[in-house]
């Protein structure tokens, strides 16, 4: 305990005695001063001060007192917060500013630094001593002085003078007004006046003198007193002011032109001189100077006289030296006055340009080359060239003609559009017209062009003239637009490619495509390498577009057609890839939709759709192929499903049920591929038009399909119906099932057809077989015949009656069979033909019969006829040997 509390006794009295050491310390004052100006009262003064301090503790001093009084303002200029250490000695800096309003004298302030615990580092005085500067005018010095006024127009004179004022005072000065004593007739005012002089320094004030014309004439003083913001008088000074109203002759812009002077010769021009000060007339004129080395000038005033701001006028005359430069201009500087010697002068330029008389100058004639590039077919080749010759002088040239020949008669030359003058400085121009024969060959021609212009002089000039025989590549056409072509649609273009003059071959004929596609377009043929003068090859082009292709899009293709020593051509193709066939699908949809009803509807809900696909892409909106494949081909089916049914109502009314049957399944078959490819459609609004089309379509295929169904199911029912009937009505009512998709019916009616058709079959064998015996026998019969006449068989045998009878009772069976048969089978037209033939050979046995019954009468009059012969023989025989036994026959 003792040594803690000796120990605390300790820190105390050092703690103490620390205190005591630091307030022991004398304090430092800071002190300065700062000038202000007593004319200013914006704008400060400034100046740093300084005072140093000891730390009485360690610790960060971290703020510190800035005091003002009114005027004066002190600022810690130092960096803040400020670490220091008990005893050490610092520096800091304190800035007093002085606004330039401040009073003189003496400003001070207390200022203390503060640790950063709020206790006090320092407290120290400050003190500001501020003095003001007073200006003072010097000497003022008068500028541009005197003023010498000489009236030279009818209105006042104005002339600048300028005040050199000095401040010999410390102080700035401000100048305020100017203060003028003037005479009659005079004013001044101040154009310009600085607004500050400082110090020992000088400044300018510009003032503006006006003199009236009513100002008395002579000399006159002006005095005044210049003025600053403090009312300080002091800027006294004067100057002088002569005024004198002699004539003045004056030339409006001082220059007069003279105009142009030949060369060697002179140009006299008047020019007017008016009197411009209004006061006194002139009375005559006063010229002196002007001089120019090409050229002289010389001047008749004799007889000038002008009343006060009169005018009169003066001749002047230019002569131009014979050597004088064309186109220089003489110019000769003078001054004109009166005659009064305090007339002033006025300075005026003459001007003349030296010209020259017409000269033939440069005849040209700049075509080199005459090439024929014109076919060769063509009577003469012909081509122009332009002579030209210039006037090189200034005066119009008189131009008497212009002539031309070639040197070989085989090239005429003749001259047109020859001027009748040329204005001076200008080129005038001819035609040479040039006709050569087609036959004329290439080389080098002279051509001789001779111009004469009289006293301009005449010329003659040769020049050559080469005649090159042209070779044009040519093309049939360089663009070709097959228009729009529908996608897979081939077309075919042929255009020709030659030599269009008829001089030079073609060789190393190339064709390159230069741009566009690879695909579609195909050259089939190339026009041949080498083509003769004035022949052509045929370039074949061939375009197919295929589904790839962007309906609606222009394909554009470049080709460039190339031969040795030509210009190369350029063909550009172009195609637009087109759907197939909207319009004609349109169309005919348009004229089923007069009809009205469900056609109506159905064609006017695929034209719509149609249409709007159509109008899409061309607005640049993108449908997939698919889409737009299966779109037209709902379109092409809608005519289609229209026109079978339409077409089947109408067999169907006629009783036609087998023409009606294949409208009725081209009906059907159209009807669901439009559905089937409308529900695959993706493109929403063309699905919704054209299912519209397929629910219209729906009640009038059905009607048609029970129509046909009801007819062949009557057919199936009536007892008399043939088989082929029962058959074709089974196999149609099978097909229409089929169509529908009723599967079950199909396997019903085609097993009905099935049977129907081997009946058919079984009695058409039968009355084949009928038919075939009946053409045997009959065949048979005839090969026995007696003789036959013209395919016509004869029997003339009386014995044979029976066999003929019986032969035709047989075959007319046999026939009669046949043709019942082929009927009952529905073989109508077998059966027609049977009974043809049943009538032909019933025709051909009837024939036979008549000519036996007629051979048998004859045989039979021949033997009656015989038999009486014989008995007339014989009683002629009985008689004579009656005779001959009487000896009668002697007598």
């Known amino acids: 305990m003792p040594e803690a509390l000796g120990m605390r006794r300790l820190v105390v009295m050092a703690v103490a005695l620390s205190v005591l050491v630091g307030l022991s310390m004398p304090v430092g004052a800071a002190s300065g001063s700062v000038t202000v100006d007593a004319a200013i009262d914006s704008g400060s003064e400034s100046t740093t001060m300084q005072f140093t301090f000891t730390a009485p503790q360690n610790g960060t001093i971290t703020s510190a007192d800035e005091p003002s009084t009114g005027d004066v303002s002190f600022t810690f200029d130092d960096r803040l917060p400020m670490t220091v250490q008990a005893g050490q000695t610092y520096r800091v800096s304190y800035r007093a500013t002085a606004d330039q309003s401040a009073s003189e004298g003496t400003y001070s302030e207390s200022a203390s630094l503060y640790y950063d615990d709020g206790s006090t580092a320092t407290t120290e005085s400050l003190d500001l001593t501020v003095d003001e500067a007073e200006p003072r005018f010097g000497s003022v010095q008068v500028d541009d002085a005197p003023v010498e006024v000489v009236f030279t127009s009818s209105g006042s004179q104005t002339q600048s003078v300028s005040l050199d004022v000095p401040n010999t005072g410390n102080g700035a000065m401000v100048p305020e007004d100017v203060a003028f004593d003037t005479p009659q007739g005079i004013s001044v005012s101040v154009d310009r006046m600085p607004s500050r002089i400082d110090g020992n320094r000088e400044g300018t004030i510009d003032l503006q003198v006006t003199v009236d014309r009513d100002a008395p004439t002579g000399t006159t003083r002006v005095s005044g007193t210049v003025q600053d913001n403090l009312g300080t008088s002091g800027g006294d000074f004067s100057f002088d002011v002569d005024v004198s109203t002699p004539p003045v002759a004056g030339v409006a812009g001082s220059t007069v032109d003279v105009g142009d002077v030949l060369v060697g010769s002179s140009s006299t021009a008047e020019f007017r001189v008016t009197e411009q000060g209004g006061f006194t007339g002139l009375d005559g004129l006063e010229v002196s100077g002007g001089s120019d080395a090409d050229g002289s000038i010389a001047f008749d005033t004799g007889g000038f006289s002008t009343s006060a701001g009169g005018s009169d006028t003066a001749a002047v005359r230019i002569t131009a030296d014979s050597d004088a430069r064309q186109h220089e201009t003489l110019r000769f500087t003078t001054d004109i006055s009166g005659t009064d010697p305090d007339s002033p002068a006025t300075s005026v330029t003459f001007e003349a340009r ?50 031309a020949s070639v040197s070989d008669s085989r090239i005429e030359a003749s001259v047109t559009d020859v001027p009748g003058a040329v204005p001076g400085g200008g080129t005038g121009e001819a035609t040479v017209q040039l006709a050569a024969d087609p036959d004329t060959p290439e080389g080098t021609y002279a051509l001789d062009v001779r111009v004469d212009a009289g006293d301009a002089g005449t010329e003659t000039i040769t020049r050559e003239i080469e005649v090159q025989h042209g070779t044009d590549l040519a093309v049939g056409e360089s663009n070709v637009a097959f228009g729009e072509v529908t996608i897979t649609e081939q077309r075919t273009r042929t255009i020709d490619v030659g030599e269009a003059l008829g001089y030079n071959d073609l060789s190393n004929v190339e064709l390159e495509r230069v741009s566009g596609s690879d695909r579609w377009l195909t050259v089939n043929q190339e026009p041949p390498s080498d083509i003769d003068a004035g022949e052509t090859g045929p370039l074949v082009y061939s375009l197919q577009f295929d589904t790839d ?50 056609q109506a509807t159905t064609a006017e809900s695929t034209t719509g759709a149609l249409r709007s696909m159509e109008t899409r892409l061309q607005e640049g909106e993108s449908f ?126 085609e097993s009905t057809a099935e049977s129907s058709f081997a009946e058919y079959q079984q009695q058409v064998s039968t009355g084949v077989d009928h038919r075939t015996t009946a053409m045997n026998d009959h065949r048979a019969f005839a090969d026995n015949a007696t003789l036959t006449v013209l395919g016509q068989p004869f029997v003339l045998n009386p014995a044979r009656i029976d066999e003929v009878t019986a032969h035709a009772a047989s075959v007319s069976g046999d026939l009669d069979a046949a043709e019942s048969a082929f009927r009952e089978a529905g ?60 000896g009668d026959f002697l007598l």
């Open 354 to 403: 030296v010209i020259y008389p017409a000269t033939l100058a440069d005849v040209r004639v700049p075509m080199r080359t005459f090439e024929f590039d014109e076919p060769r077919t063509v009577s003469t080749q012909q081509t122009d060239a332009t002579v030209e010759f210039e006037n090189g002088g200034d005066l119009e040239m008189d131009v008497q003609s212009v002539d």
């Open 549 to 598: 292709a962007e309906a609606y899009q222009e394909y554009t293709w470049r080709y460039r057609v190339s031969a040795d020593g030509v210009e190369t051509e350029t063909i550009e193709v172009t195609a637009v890839a087109r759907l197939l066939s909207p319009e004609a699908i349109i169309g005919d949809l348009e004229e089923q939709a007069s009809a009205g009803g469900w």
């Open 624 to 749: 997939s192929n698919g889409d737009i494949q299966r779109t037209l081909t709902v379109g092409q089916s809608t005519v289609v499903l229209i026109d079978s049914v339409e077409s089947a109502q109408q067999f169907q009314s006629e009783g036609n049920y087998e023409a009606a049957q294949r409208e009725v399944i081209s009906a059907i078959i159209a009807r669901n591929m439009v559905a089937q490819y409308a529900s695959n459609i993706e493109d929403q609004e063309t699905a919704d038009a054209l299912e519209t089309s397929v629910s219209a379509t729906e009640d009038p295929v059905a009607s048609i399909v029970d129509e046909q169904r009801s007819h062949y199911e009557s057919v199936l029912e009536d007892g008399e119906a043939t088989a082929l009937e029962r058959h074709f009505a089974s196999d149609n009512l099978a097909e229409l099932a089929r169509q529908r998709g009723n599967g079950d019916q199909v396997d019903e009616y």
């Open 827 to 886: 073989a109508t037209g077998e059966a027609e033909a049977v009974a043809d033939t049943r009538n032909e050979i019933g025709t051909e046995l009837t024939i036979l019969r008549y000519s036996l019954y007629g051979a048998t009468l004859l045989f039979a009059v021949v033997f009656l006829l015989f038999v009486v012969r014989e008995v007339l023989n014989a009683r002629t025989f009985v008689q004579e040997s009656k005779e001959a036994t009487a």
